[in-house]
């Protein structure tokens, strides 16, 4: 009899010690969005705690954890997964599932990566961090001249009345930049240290027809050629986009990084750090898939600099803006007006 309670309490063991956890597993990105920021009907991000969800779950060994992670940026989400995180697997250069917790997508701009593990069956659901979160793009000049600084054409517009609007507001290192206007293509806003196009950051907000999608492109240009785009903006000093084109309306929203260099980017890494006081120059023009049209005269220039840590107004374009080498995102060779 004691031979058998000890068997028993040894089978007992080893079945404990096989036990597995299962976990919501479910993975999705803004390219697989619509519009350009994930919307709350995903149900990788939100549905993840509906008895009735379409959310696959895994069945993970006893060596794991549940875990999910989600990336926003000004109170949108770009991107979320969740699964079973081995924490005998040297995962993105950390084992441990606990030493990977972050909160950093908290706070009032909800602005970075959220990271959480949990060790119960589908414990990976949603989390406090989704509370607040926003569903598509909403450009807007609430908090203009308070809480963030913006440049609006007509004076005091508000979107999506405004041909051309340009908000920023300092998180971190990150400038949040709203670009929007009045355009059946694109808008782009520039940074440039005087009224002159040539040798300037461009943000183009540019809604591709062919593949009804809008996002942010970063590109720098010299004024007298082509801009050269930065394609790498997963690794680029753009961290994430959202992007939407309604009634004739292009809006945009990235998060920029004010330092970051990498000799590979664009123009060989020769990018402002955002840190001194620049000029705005705004256009928009119309797109064949994402490439841009010569702008003609669709183009603004702040009527003074900017300092993208302060939150200034500013309203009305620069007695000279009627210039001879504005020439912002020409898709021809070079192009002086």
């Known amino acids: 009899m004691k031979t058998l309670a000890i068997v028993v309490l040894l089978s007992f063991a080893a079945y404990a010690a096989g ?9 999705t990105n803004v390219v697989d969005s619509v519009v350009g ?13 509906d008895a009735n969800t379409t959310v696959q779950t ?38 441990n ?15 970075g990566t959220c990271f959480k593990c949990c060790n119960t069956d589908k ?5 406090a961090q989704l509370d607040g979160l926003l569903d598509a793009v909403q450009v807007t000049s609430s908090g203009c001249g308070s809480t963030k600084g913006c440049f609006q054409i007509p004076a005091w517009c508000a979107p999506p009345s405004c041909d051309y609007f340009s908000s920023w507001q300092t998180s971190g290192d990150n400038v949040l930049f709203e670009i929007s206007g009045r355009s059946d293509g694109y808008v782009a806003v520039g940074v440039s240290h005087d009224e002159l196009m040539g040798l300037d950051d ?18 720098w240009s010299t004024g007298k050629s082509m801009p050269e785009r930065d394609s790498t903006l997963s690794e680029g ?34 990018i402002y750090d955002l840190i001194s006081e620049f000029y705005l120059l705004m256009s928009k023009g119309s797109t064949t ?18 300092d993208f840590q302060r939150n200034t107004l500013v309203n009305g374009v620069s007695s000279s803006h009627v210039m001879s080498v504005l020439a912002l995102l020409p898709v021809a060779m070079a192009m002086l007006l």
């Open 289 to 306: 898939g994402n490439t841009l049209a010569y702008h003609a005269s669709n183009r603004v220039v702040s009527p003074s600099t900017v």
């Open 58 to 95: 895994a069945t993970c060994p006893d060596t794991s954890k549940c875990y999910t992670k989600i990336r926003t940026v000004a109170q949108y989400a770009f991107s979320v997964e969740r699964g079973c995180w081995d924490n005998y697997d040297d995962k993105d250069g950390a084992a």
């Open 97 to 111: 599932c606990d030493a990977k917790e972050d909160s950093g997508c908290n706070g009032i701009l909800k602005t």
């Open 123 to 127: 414990c990976n659901k949603n989390f």
């Open 237 to 270: 000093r753009i961290s994430a986009v959202a992007g939407s084109y309604v009634e004739g309306v292009v809006s945009c929203k990235a998060a920029v990084n004010m330092r970051k260099r990498q000799a590979d980017l664009v123009n060989s890494g020769r």
């Open 19 to 27: 036990a597995n956890i299962n976990c919501f597993q479910c993975k």
């Open 37 to 49: 920021g994930i919307t709350m009907s995903n149900p990788c991000l939100a549905m993840a705690n």
């Open 202 to 219: 461009i943000y183009e907000c540019v809604y591709d027809s062919a593949r009804g999608i809008t996002t942010v492109f970063s590109s």
